[in-house]
């Protein structure tokens, strides 16, 4: 018989109001999942800032995760940044270089977090998403259950994430990076010079002045932490946000 794991009654130790609200429209969406460990972990690609994770994983391994910025050299978010099919976590490693990120498996392994499948998706906004679903049970036939649910996980997934985006701006996800999203403006503006288009020809479609183009450029190269336009170009293409 499969354990019931979500308790919509149980706050976890040191979880803010907005995790506890999150975990629960989490495991809304997800109610088939019962029984499952999981961890839906969500970044900005290209700002400085810490990830939103909703887990029920051991709250100690949670904790160590989080302090240590463990998310820097997962194989698992690592593998998921760089591809857009789900994956196992043993392809995860295998795509891996020796050597880097085996520590995080390591010490997972003492919570038995070792196998598990992730699905991930990257959005417009600059985020990406990835929900991990972990063989707690060791089930022989996990991978090819979570292939034959692949569909429907990765629908459900992408819902759960576009009501995310929806109800919360990206200040209130991560509080700690400010004001940095890009504004419908300075998107559209990007989009233009991304195609190749001059900022003459920029403020030509936009009705507004070269120099303003180049005050929202100069925007952009803030928010992206980049040092000059080409690069704010380079880094938008490289981490999806257009």
Not at 114 to 141: P, Y
Not at 183 to 206: F, N, P, R
Request: hydrophobic share 40%.
């Amino acid at each position: 018989m499969i354990t019931q794991l979500f308790d919509h009654r149980v706050v976890a130790k040191d979880e803010s109001e907005l995790d506890y609200r999150l975990r629960r429209a989490f495991e809304r969406c997800f109610e088939s999942l019962n029984g499952c460990h999981y961890a839906y972990f969500v970044m900005h690609k290209s700002l400085q800032v810490k990830p939103r994770i909703i887990s029920n994983y051991p709250e100690p391994w949670l904790e160590a995760y989080k302090a240590a910025d463990f998310h820097l050299i997962d194989p698992v978010i690592n593998h998921g940044m760089k591809c857009i099919a789900p994956f196992s976590w043993r392809e995860a490693l295998e795509s891996t270089e020796p050597g880097q990120g085996n520590d995080v498996f390591t010490l997972s392994e003492k919570y038995q977090i070792s196998k598990g499948f992730t699905f991930n998706l990257h959005d417009s906004n600059g985020l990406f998403a990835a929900l991990s679903i972990c063989n707690t049970e060791h089930r022989v036939d996990f991978e090819q259950v979570m292939m034959n649910r692949t569909a429907e996980i990765q629908m459900t997934l992408i819902r759960f994430h576009n009501n995310l985006t929806a109800s919360f701006t990206p200040s209130e996800l991560f509080p700690e990076s400010g004001d940095t999203s890009l504004s419908d403006k300075e998107m559209g503006i990007l989009k233009w010079v991304v195609m190749g288009k001059a900022y003459s020809e920029v403020a030509a479609i936009h009705a507004i002045s070269v120099r303003t183009v180049k005050f929202h450029m100069s925007n952009v190269v803030n928010k992206l932490q980049v040092s000059n336009a080409k690069q704010a170009v380079y880094k938008a293409v490289s981490l999806g946000i257009v």
